[in-house]
């Protein structure tokens, strides 16, 4: 049996014994220590971390969940790693993020659905009473989800839009993909009153609450969900740091949460947001271009380098990830989350 110790963001020390045939978020599993992951099969990255000592074989994985230049600077993915010694690892998350009992399954019905913009809807759920849990929605902004589609045993993993709260609400931004059973159940069958199984919260995408830097958003489409939460809960918590937000679709008529946005920038006022639409009419005033173009024209302004936080489609995380790098961020200020196909 080989030791493995995983050092938390927070400084939190996380041991668990590993077999060798066992990857490692199944050793951690075995010891009622769930670690957050979405796939568990290679393909969404949310379960990296950091090997410091030790050695790991690591088995096929997508090159956008995990590139050479992650595996280079020692990352490894908890669901595609087997030990093959003792190992010390790090953790871009808080121990928080850390479940010690199996994730709660809860029972939600819809309360609203609505566009948001061409091409998504925002989804409003309210938890029915619980005999263990209560009422309360319960989480860390940034995490996400799983919502089992009526009727089927079939699974989507959306992140949370709102703050934690005693009433039981839970805000998604989804975007409809036009071959998706979820999407064409939103779209076309959703109504209110619906019943909905929730698991979860899950997930290792949160704020770094020990880091003072300044924290930038970058988000392609419904990425910007996680932001919104995060951003919300810093005008509930008064955060006067400074907070940048890069907010980024195809289309003009793509664009939504405009409201919301202007409500944290009365809130926040540090925190300033770009609008930024890749293919643009010859009226929009914001900025033509992605958000990763936007933010590279930051950066390269700044002497200063923020926490930079990144959640959209793999292209617009790796773009991300590279010109931050480049311009001087360190690895491990660059936190991401990437959609995950279905």
Same mark, same amino acid.
């Given at each position: ?36 992951? =979405? ?57 928080a ?26 989804? =409003? ?25 009526p ?29 998706g =059973?979820?999407?064409a159940?939103?779209?076309s ?5 619906d019943?909905?199984?929730v ?36 005008a ?78 793999p ?28």
């Amino acid at each position: 049996m080989l030791k493995v110790n995983l050092l938390t963001r927070d400084g939190a020390s996380i041991a668990f014994d590993a077999e060798p045939s066992d990857t490692l978020l199944d050793a951690a599993a075995n010891a009622n220590i769930f670690l957050p992951a =979405v796939c568990r099969e290679g393909g969404c990255g949310t379960c990296r971390v950091t090997r410091k000592a030790g050695v790991v074989v690591l088995g096929p994985h997508s090159k956008a969940a995990l590139t050479d230049d992650d595996r280079a600077a020692g990352d490894i993915l908890l669901c595609r790693a087997k030990a093959c010694s003792d190992l010390e690892l790090t953790a871009p998350f808080d121990k928080a993020a850390i479940g010690f009992s199996p994730i709660p399954e809860r029972s939600a019905r819809v309360t609203e659905i609505s566009p948001a913009g061409a091409g998504a809807v925002r989804l =409003v759920l309210q938890y029915e009473d619980d005999p263990t849990h209560g009422r309360a929605t319960e989480f860390i902004p940034g995490q996400f989800m799983e919502l089992t589609l009526p009727g089927t045993s079939i699974t989507r993993a959306y992140s949370l839009a709102n703050t934690p709260n005693w009433d039981g609400t839970l805000e998604f931004l989804i975007r409809l993909h036009p071959q998706g =059973v979820f999407s064409a159940y939103l779209k076309s069958e959703a109504k209110i009153g619906d019943p909905i199984l929730v698991k979860g919260p899950q997930g290792s995408f949160t704020a770094d609450e020990a880091s003072h830097a300044p924290r930038w958003f970058v988000a392609g489409g419904t990425g910007v969900a996680p932001m919104l939460s995060m951003l919300r809960q810093m005008a509930d918590f008064g955060d006067t740091r400074e907070a940048r937000l890069y907010f980024g679709v195809n289309t003009l008529d793509e664009l939504f949460a405009l409201d919301i946005i202007e409500d944290l920038k009365t809130s926040l006022p540090n925190l300033a947001a770009t609008l930024c639409v890749w293919k643009s009419a010859p009226d929009w005033r914001g900025f033509t271009g992605t958000p990763a173009d936007a933010l590279a024209a930051a950066l390269a302004a700044e002497s200063a380098h923020p926490d930079i936080y990144v959640c959209g489609p793999p292209a617009l995380i790796k773009a991300t990830e590279a010109l931050s790098l480049s311009a001087g961020v360190a690895h491990d200020r660059i936190f991401s989350e990437q959609f995950s196909p279905a």
